[in-house]
């Protein structure tokens, strides 16, 4: 349950994450060296496509009180066990002898602090009757957003496990490696042999056909250099809009990458891709495609090495 909390804490730029265990329908236990979590993985862990997520705005004593409730079972006797219980993701610390959430994002909680926290849109709307949330709901209407702002969760995981892995792209290849036959353009074919290089045999086509739909940005079935380098920049904003600050990217290593990745290509010369990371660094505003896409544009995108 931790990987697919922090994988949507992650992806939805929150502070924690709370998944209910009634979604979670895999029952799995998985070896310490497993390399890859596969789409396969994903389906079997939450089969329901619709399962829907959102971010809303909790303050800390809140979530305290709301994970206490979900997990009041185990200590009854006999145990029993709820749907409600909640997963909790990787950098939520909770005291089992007190039934206690002591810290989240790895530092102790605060009271009265607001914290940007994933939970179910279904759970949030009765399923399992999860009482704390449901008053805290009643009571601070203006911290819950509108329901089309709920997403499926394995649409908000596929999606963002795609932009990394075009991350991994840039960092370990060139756009050499991927335009093999020199026209200009990356294939499904090209994207699947490289992919298959980095991730080996575990990767299938619908990975990579999840890695095409998240970078084919005019959806021509094919991908351009300028389609990489905002993807590729979609994917380091999610990593440097930390709520405390922390960047989990070396962006100076990654701009390095970048650099090196269209060298000799005919695409962005040095001096444009750093002019871009460092309004990227320091306009903390640009979070979106379209903003990206505008930033780009007034830096001059067609800047050739």
Not at 67 to 93: C, H, N, T, W
Not at 152 to 173: G, M, T
Not at 210 to 236: P, R, T
Request: charged letters at 30%.
């Amino acid at each position: 349950g931790y990987l697919l909390a922090s994988g949507l804490r992650d992806a939805l730029q929150a502070d924690c994450a709370l998944l209910p265990s009634g979604n979670i329908r895999g029952n799995c236990d998985y070896p310490a060296d497993l390399k890859y979590f596969t789409y396969a993985h994903l389906k079997k862990e939450m089969p329901f496509r619709d399962m829907r997520y959102i971010v809303i705005l909790m303050p800390g004593k809140e979530i305290v009180k709301l994970v206490r409730f979900s997990r009041r079972g185990i200590y009854e006797s006999p145990v029993v066990e709820r749907a409600m219980f909640l997963q909790l993701d990787s950098e939520i610390k909770w005291d089992e002898k007190t039934n206690t959430v002591t810290h989240i994002g790895d530092e102790i909680v605060s009271p009265e602090r607001m914290y940007r926290t994933v939970v179910s849109w279904s759970v949030l709307g009765g399923m399992d009757k999860v009482t704390p949330l449901l008053k805290y709901a009643e009571n601070n209407p203006e911290s819950i957003p509108d329901v089309e702002h709920a997403k499926p969760a394995r649409e908000i995981l596929v999606d963002y496990f795609a932009k990394c892995a075009w991350i991994n792209i840039v960092q370990d290849c060139k756009w050499t490696n991927l335009d093999k036959n020199g026209d200009g353009v990356v294939s499904h074919d090209e994207v699947f042999d490289v992919a298959k290089k980095i991730y080996g045999n575990e990767v299938g086509k619908l990975v990579v056909d999840n890695l095409m739909a998240s970078a084919d940005l005019n959806q021509d079935k094919q991908i351009c250099q300028h389609e990489i380098f905002l993807i590729g920049l979609l994917g380091v904003v999610g990593f440097i809009r930390d709520s405390k600050g922390k960047t989990v990217l070396n962006l100076k290593k990654y701009k390095k990458s970048m650099i090196r990745f269209f060298k000799g290509s005919g695409g962005k010369d040095k001096a444009y891709i750093e002019k871009v990371f460092h309004r990227l660094e320091t306009d903390k505003t640009i979070d979106t495609l379209k903003e990206l896409t505008e930033l780009v544009t007034n830096l001059g995108k067609n800047v050739m090495i």
